[in-house]
C-alpha cells in the first residue's frame, strides 16, 4: 500500500474550528450497528434531512439526495450497505458528493453523486467538518481508489513514535493522479474523506465521506466467512459460452463440435485464493430446459491465473480466445446427441435465435494457486 502525507494545497485560508460534534452533524448522533437501517431511513425522512428521488422495494435501492449540513448546494447521496452486503441493523453509510453522473459497463448506468466535484464544493465540504470534528487524525494519499480505515487505523497504531510515524509514510510515493483521504475516529464510530485529485486537468472526483461502525472490518470479514463456507463450487467461477458452428471432424471422426469460452472470471470475492485451473462439464439445452448435450471433462488449464476480487475489489478476465474442439462419430450412438444438437443449432441460426439454446457448465473440481483443490 503506498501512503504519503499530504498538505491541502488549495484550502489556504480556511481555518479550521474545533466544535462538537453534537453541534452540527446530524449522523453523529446515529447508534452504529444498533438501529436497524430500515428506521434510519425512516428518521432521516421523518426529519426531512433525505429528499427520496427513486423508490425501490428496499430502502437501500432507493436513491436518497441528501444536503450536507442543511445546504441545498451541498446536494449528496446518502447509501447504505456500502460494501453490497446487508445487515439488519446499520453498519456503514456512504455519501457521495460528486455531482450526477453516468458510467459504462455493458450498458449506461446512471451514477448519482459520482461526477465531477468543484474545488468550492470540496473545500466547503472539509471545511465544515473540522468543524464539526477538528483536524484529521490521519491525512495522507494513496494510489488506490479506495483503502479500509481499519488498515490505516491499525498502521498508524503500531507505530511508537510520531518520528516513526513520519518515516512510514515518507518511504510511500503516490503516483500523478492521487486519491486524498482523511480520516477521524469519533466516539461510536469512524470517519473518512475521500476524493480523487486528477493532474492532467486539474478536476477533482470520486469524493465520498464514509462513516463506520467500530470493528466494521471484522464484521465483514465474518459475513465473508459466511458466504465462503455456505458457496457451492459453481459459485467460485463464471462461465459464458458461444456455441460455434459444426465443422468436419479429424478422422476417423466425421464431425466436430466447436465450443468457445468468451468470458471467465473468478466469481467469489470472499474467497481470498486465486484460481490456477479447473475441470467442468457443459450443459446444452434447449429453450424448454430438456437437456440436449452433455459434454464432460473439459479443462480450463494455461489460460491464464483467476484472481480473486477479495483485495483489491475486482477482478479480470485472461485475455486471447479459448476454444474448445469436441470431435465425434455421427452415425453410432454416442454422436445422436451431437448431432441433435447440431441441427438444433443449424435451426436456430437460421431463424436468429440462438439464444434458445441455453449453454451452463458444472464445475467438478478447483485448484488454487496456491496449490488446494476443491471438489
Not at 468550492?120 to 473540522?130: A, M, P, W
Not at 463506520?212 to 459466511?226: A, C, F, S
Request: proline share 3%.
Amino acid at each position: 500500500m503506498n501512503f504519503r502525507k499530504i498538505n491541502l494545497f488549495f484550502l489556504i485560508g480556511i481555518t479550521s474550528l474545533h466544535f462538537s460534534c453534537d453541534s452540527g452533524d446530524p449522523i453523529a448522533k446515529t447508534e452504529f450497528g444498533k438501529i436497524p437501517t430500515k428506521s434510519f431511513y425512516k428518521n432521516l425522512i421523518d426529519e426531512e434531512l433525505v429528499q427520496v428521488v427513486y423508490g425501490g422495494e428496499e430502502p437501500y435501492d432507493t436513491i436518497y439526495y441528501f444536503n450536507i449540513n442543511g445546504d441545498s448546494t451541498l446536494k449528496s447521496v446518502l447509501w447504505t450497505h456500502t460494501d453490497k452486503y446487508e445487515f439488519d441493523t446499520l453498519q456503514s453509510i456512504k455519501i457521495n458528493f460528486g455531482s450526477d453522473s453516468v458510467l459504462f459497463y455493458d450498458e449506461m448506468m446512471f451514477a448519482p453523486g459520482k461526477g465531477e466535484v468543484s474545488k468550492e464544493k470540496l473545500n466547503l465540504i472539509l471545511e465544515i467538518y473540522k468543524k464539526w470534528y477538528g483536524e484529521p487524525k490521519y491525512s495522507f494519499s494513496h494510489n488506490y481508489s479506495e483503502v479500509k480505515i481499519s488498515e490505516i487505523d491499525s498502521i498508524f497504531k503500531n507505530k511508537k513514535s510520531q518520528s516513526e510515524k513520519e518515516s512510514i509514510i515518507s518511504q510511500f510515493l503516490g503516483g500523478e493522479d492521487d486519491n486524498y483521504f482523511l480520516v477521524w475516529n469519533p466516539e461510536g464510530f469512524n470517519l473518512m474523506i475521500s476524493y480523487r485529485w486528477e493532474e492532467i486537468d486539474s478536476t477533482i472526483t470520486n469524493g465520498f465521506i464514509k462513516y463506520e461502525v467500530i470493528n466494521y472490518d471484522k464484521i465483514l470479514n465474518k459475513r465473508k466467512e459466511e458466504i465462503r463456507n455456505n458457496a457451492s463450487i459453481n459459485d467460485f467461477i463464471s462461465l459464458r459460452f458461444y456455441l460455434d458452428e459444426f465443422t468436419e471432424g479429424m478422422p476417423p471422426f466425421t464431425d466436430r463440435l466447436n465450443l468457445r469460452m468468451f468470458s471467465v472470471s473468478h466469481n467469489l470475492p470472499e474467497e481470498p485464493r486465486n484460481i490456477e485451473k479447473f475441470k467442468f462439464d457443459v450443459i446444452f439445452e434447449d429453450e424448454y430446459k430438456d437437456t440436449i448435450l452433455v459434454v464432460q471433462d473439459l479443462e480450463y488449464d494455461g489460460y491464464g491465473i483467476l484472481e480473486s476480487a477479495y483485495s483489491t475489489g475486482y477482478t479480470t478476465s485472461p485475455s486471447g480466445r479459448i476454444e474448445y474442439y469436441v470431435d465425434y462419430y455421427r452415425y453410432n450412438e454416442n454422436g445422436r446427441a451431437f448431432e441433435e444438437l447440431r441441427k438444433l443449432r443449424e435451426r436456430k441460426f437460421s431463424r436468429r435465435n440462438l439464444d434458445d439454446i441455453k449453454i451452463s457448465a458444472n464445475i467438478k473440481s478447483i485448484v488454487f494457486e496456491n496449490g488446494d483443490v476443491l471438489k
